[in-house]
């Protein structure tokens, strides 16, 4: 055996967990004003008062769900009069699946998945709320997942109208909305009651990027053992992308692949290598937050871009039975959030195309598609 070989108990990462996706840093910074804003729009739950609902929104990686979970935190330390609930909308996508996860996390019990209407849980739930005098914040984490099929507004409607019928009941919602330009927009009914503080998380500057990855460097591997090209290359990748959260997992891999090679050290190819993987991640994640009918779409785009609209429409229809209307609102959808381009510009045919073509590799948009 050479050497260099690493044995089971040898590793590069001195405190590996610090890479995971669950992890809350202690190191966050360059989010003050966010978090700011976070703590004034909560601050009224500690007299008692409904907090201000907010609206946090920004591109993929940038902080938003980590902020919220760190204000919640710095606040339980102040009072019990609060709960406060996440619920990852990714999992959790019906309105019966979000009021679930907020009893759950109430009462410490998990609520039969069926036989129980919505109605009855969540009056459970503000009986809970109103028996113990406390205020409940719910945070609604990448909300996007649940607007294709129109659960966003029902959920918000629920949450926020409760006090109407059910007198001192004191909710508020901090929806966030993981930004990847597909546009979105509550129903009106929803719109006059949510009201939000609106917190912006804008992408990282590159030496915010550097700042960030080179404290994870420092505390998740033994000194040394990420070179600085090594080092350059992951920040580079971020800053591309604009998400964080491929960087952590490019060092993640990176480290993996570079004992997996029996190296010391990580090097600029192991964090090439391991991009390969990580690069999916955005796309998988664009992907998964999509209808099934627009999924039939996109899989049938990438599988044959040669096919011309008309094909591409029938061959749509025949699997899923909708019509025209629908077949180009989801073209353009998909067109607006870069995951296929479509030439809309002929004369007289507004909202028409005859050219589809997917703009990510084919290949990659088939293997999230799995
Ligand atoms: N300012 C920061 N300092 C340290 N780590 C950060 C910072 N911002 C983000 N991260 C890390 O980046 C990863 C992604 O952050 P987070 O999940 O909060 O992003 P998000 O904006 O909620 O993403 P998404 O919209 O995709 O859900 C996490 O692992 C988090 O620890």
Known sequence: ????????????????????????????????????????????????MRP???????????????????VFNEMKEYTDNVVFVKVNCQMDS???????????????????????????????????????????????????????????????????????????????????????????????????????EEIAFPRYESDEIG??????????????????????????????????????DLLKRSGLNAERRARRTVSVEDVEKAYEASRLLH?????????DHEKTLLRLIAKDSSLQTGELYKAFHEITGLGYTRFYEIIEKMHVSRLINADFSGKGMRGRTRYVEPVPDSKDILKCLE
């Open 1 to 48: 055996m050479s050497k260099d070989m690493l044995l089971w108990d040898e590793t590069l990462f001195s405190n590996g967990e610090i890479l995971e996706f669950d992890y809350l840093p202690d190191y966050f910074v360059h989010r003050d004003s966010q978090m700011q804003s976070l703590r004034f729009s909560l601050k009224p739950a500690l007299r008692g």
């Open 52 to 70: 201000v609902n907010c609206l946090v929104k920004g591109p993929p990686g940038t902080g938003k769900t980590t902020a919220v979970m760190k």
């Open 94 to 196: 019906t309105r019966f699946a979000v009021v679930s996860r907020i009893y759950e996390q109430l009462v410490h019990i998990t609520p039969p998945s069926s036989g129980v209407a919505f109605r009855r849980l969540f009056e459970k739930v503000i009986k809970y709320l109103l028996d113990a005098n406390k205020t409940l914040v719910v945070a609604l984490d990448d909300i996007n997942y649940l607007f294709p099929e129109g659960h966003a507004d029902e959920v918000m409607y629920s949450l926020l109208r409760a006090h109407e019928q059910y007198p001192g009941a004191r909710i508020s919602i901090i929806a966030i909305i993981s930004d990847v330009g597909i546009p979105y927009r509550f129903d009106p009914r929803v719109g006059s009651v949510f009201l939000p």
């Open 211 to 248: 700042d960030i990855i080179d404290n994870r460097i420092r505390h998740a591997f033994f000194q040394d053992v990420v070179s600085s090209e090594a080092r350059d290359k992951v920040v580079s990748y971020v800053d591309m992308t604009g998400d964080l959260r491929i960087g952590i």
């Open 283 to 291: 796309l998988c994640r664009n992907i998964k937050s999509l209808s």
